[in-house]
């Protein structure tokens, strides 16, 4: 296991970028550059060369794709949060990617589709640094949808609903939807601050590592039932 030293705290989002695809880091550092917020600390074109720059840029968050030579996202991630509290986000294409559920148990705290706007880029690197997991509803429905099919032992348990009270069953419905800390807060009529109270008590009572754990359990237990589905 290799030892990652803490990152250096400063006033900017220090963000690594991971993916195969020179013209795909291009376009995401473009993007990322024009937030005077963000700084682009480093780049890698796979798995090892990201754990070495992890390692070297200390960054906050990683933009990590999935597949890459050499060493791909899933393992890379794994071995990074094995050894710092850097957040990853995984880069994907939900259509035709068969490892989400790998970067889940790996620990990501996210995902990005790679088609996404430049101002929802900017807008989940944000919401990550800041402690939040990237579930868009979007995002959140093809996890389901591919959750239906692949479940995650070890998630399951719908006695474990028994030890939430009726306020945190309902922001865990809805966590699960894909509602933010801020729209959670504006919906019941609440205090943000008092959102991450019940959400972190959430996560502690259901041995959960993260919101995307959240949201999984919350409809493999049932608590939550997936919608129609949207056309796309």
Same mark, same amino acid.
């Not at 917020?37 to 070297?56: H, P």
């Given at each position: 296991?290799?030892?990652?030293?803490?990152?250096?705290?400063?006033?900017?989002?220090?963000?690594?970028?991971?993916?195969?695809?020179?013209?795909?880091?291009?376009?995401?550092?473009?993007?990322?550059?024009?937030?005077?917020?963000?700084?682009?600390?480093? /780049?890698?074109?796979?798995?090892?060369?990201?754990?070495?720059?992890?390692?070297?840029?200390?960054?906050?968050?990683?933009?990590?794709?999935?597949?890459?030579?050499?060493?791909?996202?899933?393992?890379?991630?794994? /071995?990074?949060?094995?050894?710092?509290?850097?957040?990853?986000?995984?880069?994907?294409?939900?259509?035709?990617?068969?490892?989400?559920?790998?970067?889940?148990?790996?620990?990501?705290?996210?995902?990005?589709?790679?088609?996404?706007?430049?101002?929802?880029?900017?807008?989940?690197?944000?919401?990550?640094?800041?402690?939040?997991?990237?579930?868009?509803?979007?995002?959140?429905?093809?996890?389901?949808?591919?959750?239906?099919?692949?479940?995650?032992?070890?998630?399951?348990?719908?006695?474990?609903?028994?030890?939430?009270?009726?306020? /945190?069953?309902? #922001?865990?419905?809805?966590?699960?939807?894909? !509602?933010?800390?801020?729209?959670?807060?504006?919906?019941?009529?609440?205090?943000?601050?008092?959102?991450?109270?019940? #959400?972190?008590?959430?996560?502690?009572? !259901?041995?959960?590592?993260?919101?995307?754990?959240?949201?999984?359990?919350?409809?493999?237990?049932? !608590?939550?039932?997936?919608?129609?589905?949207?056309?796309?």
């Amino acid at each position: 296991m290799h030892a990652f030293p803490t990152r250096m705290l400063d006033d900017s989002i220090r963000v690594l970028l991971v993916d195969d695809d020179d013209l795909m880091r291009a376009g995401l550092k473009a993007v990322l550059s024009s937030d005077s917020r963000i700084d682009v600390v480093g /780049e890698a074109g796979d798995g090892r060369a990201a754990i070495a720059a992890v390692r070297t840029h200390r960054p906050a968050l990683v933009l990590m794709d999935i597949r890459m030579p050499d060493l791909d996202g899933i393992a890379a991630t794994r /071995e990074i949060l094995a050894g710092s509290e850097t957040k990853i986000v995984i880069l994907t294409t939900f259509e035709d990617d068969e490892y989400i559920f790998g970067a889940l148990n790996a620990g990501a705290s996210g995902f990005l589709l790679k088609r996404t706007s430049p101002e929802e880029l900017l807008a989940a690197v944000h919401a990550v640094a800041a402690g939040d997991s990237l579930l868009s509803p979007s995002v959140t429905r093809t996890v389901i949808e591919r959750m239906a099919q692949q479940p995650t032992p070890g998630l399951t348990g719908t006695d474990k609903l028994d030890e939430l009270t009726p306020r /945190e069953r309902e #922001v865990l419905t809805l966590i699960a939807r894909g !509602l933010s800390n801020t729209e959670i807060a504006t919906q019941l009529v609440i205090e943000e601050s008092t959102v991450k109270t019940h #959400v972190k008590r959430i996560l502690m009572k !259901l041995r959960l590592r993260d919101r995307v754990q959240a949201v999984i359990f919350s409809y493999e237990s049932g !608590l939550t039932q997936p919608g129609p589905k949207a056309a796309r």
